[in-house]
């Protein structure tokens, strides 16, 4: 039975077999070239639309106002940009008080991401990004772990997120988020990252990935 398992190495240790860690960035870095060559035929595909489409002038305009809604296409503003991070590993109290750290104490958590993507949507961004990549209305925000999957490829701390819309009202829907200001009672207390930036104008690109929606299907 050994030899079966072993298939030729060492099963004492981890180092002959692919982490699964290794095996997620692996699939990332593939995730990220077939965007970009997605990406590609999207442009050429966009290009020959409008040159030969037939189409009038109204419904043109129609169609470009519901790429910019869908987001596949680059946005340009004034922006917000919010950046989380994790505390020292070695991490202790700040303010007298408070007990210890636990670990999970010391990271960020898939709801305090989402607390930012939801607050600066409250706040009437007309776009936003997470790291290097548009949302859209069927993306994601996920944790595993100590990292963030997002639309099948994978990021460690810090996380920045960069939202298009009025300063003054990103800043608002910021501090009058329940969530985001319990996050901030660990900010102090144990020094997790919170930077927040403005920005007189960024340009987010589209989003390059899959318009398909996915769902679950019962079996059987």
Not at 40 to 66: C, E, F
Not at 183 to 206: C, F
Request: charged share 20%.
């Amino acid at each position: 039975m050994s030899f079966d398992t072993a298939k030729g190495v060492d099963i004492r240790t981890d180092d002959p077999l692919l982490r699964l860690s290794d095996r997620a960035q692996e699939k990332s870095t593939e995730n990220q070239q077939l965007e970009s060559e997605m990406s590609a035929v999207r442009k050429d595909v966009d290009g020959l639309s409008h040159s030969g489409s037939g189409t009038d002038t109204a419904t043109r305009k129609n169609l470009d106002a519901l790429a910019n809604a869908a987001g596949t296409e680059a946005l340009s503003g004034s922006a917000v940009s919010v950046t989380l991070n994790d505390a020292p590993a070695n991490a202790t109290p700040l303010v007298p008080g408070v007990p210890d750290p636990q670990p999970n104490d010391l990271v960020i958590h898939q709801q305090d991401l989402q607390a930012v993507v939801n607050a600066l949507w409250d706040g009437g961004a007309t776009g936003i990004q997470v790291m290097d990549q548009r949302l859209i209305s069927t993306s994601a925000v996920r944790c595993v772990g100590n990292t963030l999957i997002l639309q099948g490829r994978v990021y460690s701390p810090p996380y920045k997120i960069t939202a298009v819309g009025d300063r003054n009202a990103l800043h608002k829907a910021l501090d009058r988020s329940p969530a985001i200001q319990n996050y901030l009672q660990y900010v102090n207390a144990y020094g997790l990252g919170w930077k927040v930036e403005d920005h007189k104008r960024v340009t987010l690109p589209g989003y390059s990935g899959t318009v398909d929606l996915h769902y679950a299907k019962p079996v059987g």
